[in-house]
């Protein structure tokens, strides 16, 4: 299965304006074979067939081979290679590189409690690994996914997180992932030896997103996949926002080319949407309507993760294109098929 043409058009017209910036660079992606790893590559494959930007992409993978027999549509191309190797222990490659995209680490809520001190050290191993491969290889830019996570719990009275929010740095000690993310923003902005633009992302959809995560978007596309009844483990107050992939990489891609050196930008859609809601919307687009049920009682606090986008809105032109009904629909059709094999 690959992604719908329409997705990939919308990406090529909303970055019209940055074609000069991407053409015939020499790109390294870290978290290629990941979601927004996979979105980039695709992406990249559209833009080089269909508008010739002579873009070549070296991703880093731990397992080149398993990608391949999973995705060989993504891995057989021949603007793309594939450097056996991980954040920790990069593999020698003598060549020059215009900008890295650095989307390598592993957000597991389960890593993130059993084992915090590697999910901290894999985070700031990598973004040293980086800095120092940068200054090897030359590069020019790099664009560092970090994660709206970095500000910490977001403020009940604050309906939308911006990046003006002073973070309490003792906030996050006890979370490892939040707290290296911050940590690891400012190694890039001291030590980066090229410009740096740092993209803080929330919650996103569509396809590639995996289904058997901790992500409650794919978990209720599952469910609706499967005909299950979708059992929420809170009480489904929970607000987030949910960003379409497509629009994802619009708005790293332009972070990338446009972005401010040494600056922080939010991505993700504005639009809020509570948990119990985002369940009841999935399931009305099921075959079979599935029952949403809830295992808590109604907490007096609200859990919000929601960004204010209103600095790439203002600065890069940047907007939210696509409805949260469509990137339902696009992610159930994606699925549908071959859902085993897209899981993870």
């Known amino acids: ?138 590069c020019k830019r790099i664009l560092y996914t970090s994660s709206g996570a970095a500000y910490g719990p977001q403020p009940e009275n604050l309906k939308h997180m911006p990046e003006t929010f002073v973070v309490n740095p003792l906030f996050n000690h006890n979370d490892a992932y939040a707290s290296a993310k911050l940590k690891s923003e400012k190694y890039f902005i001291d030590n980066a030896p090229c410009d740096v633009v740092i993209a803080r992302c929330f919650a996103f959809s569509g396809p590639y997103l995996p289904l058997n995560s901790s992500y409650a978007f794919g978990n209720f596309i599952d469910d609706s996949l499967n005909d299950r009844d979708m059992i929420i483990k809170g009480d489904g107050t929970a607000v987030r926002s949910y960003l379409y992939a497509a629009d994802l990489v619009i708005w790293l891609l332009r972070l990338l080319s446009s972005g401010e050196a040494g600056c922080i930008y939010n991505v993700g859609s504005p639009k809020e949407i509570s948990i119990y809601d985002l369940a009841a919307k999935i399931s009305s687009q099921s075959i079979n309507e599935n029952i949403v049920e809830v295992s808590k009682n109604k907490s007096t606090k ?21 409805s949260l009904e469509k990137a339902i629909s696009s992610t159930i059709a994606f699925y549908s098929g071959e859902v085993s094999k897209y899981r993870n």
């Open 1 to 138: 299965m690959k992604i719908n043409p329409s997705d990939l058009e919308l990406i090529a017209d909303h970055l019209e304006q940055d074609y000069s910036y991407y053409e015939n660079k020499n790109i390294f992606l870290t978290g290629g074979t990941g979601f927004f790893g996979k979105w980039m590559l695709e992406a990249f494959i559209y833009l080089n067939r269909n508008h010739s930007l002579n873009v070549t992409v070296t991703i880093l993978s731990r397992s080149p081979s398993k990608f391949k027999e999973g995705f060989p549509h993504l891995f057989n191309n021949e603007f793309f290679r594939f450097a056996r190797g991980n954040v920790r222990d990069f593999p020698n490659i003598d060549e020059d590189f215009d900008l890295i995209i650095h989307a390598a680490t592993d957000a597991s809520a389960e890593l993130n409690k059993s084992n915090p001190e590697l999910m901290r050290s894999t985070i700031m191993d990598g973004a040293q690994s980086i800095c120092d491969f940068a200054s090897k290889v030359r």
């Open 302 to 322: 609200i859990n919000r993760y929601v960004p204010n986008v209103d600095k790439v809105k203002k600065d890069l032109n940047l907007e939210v294109y696509t």
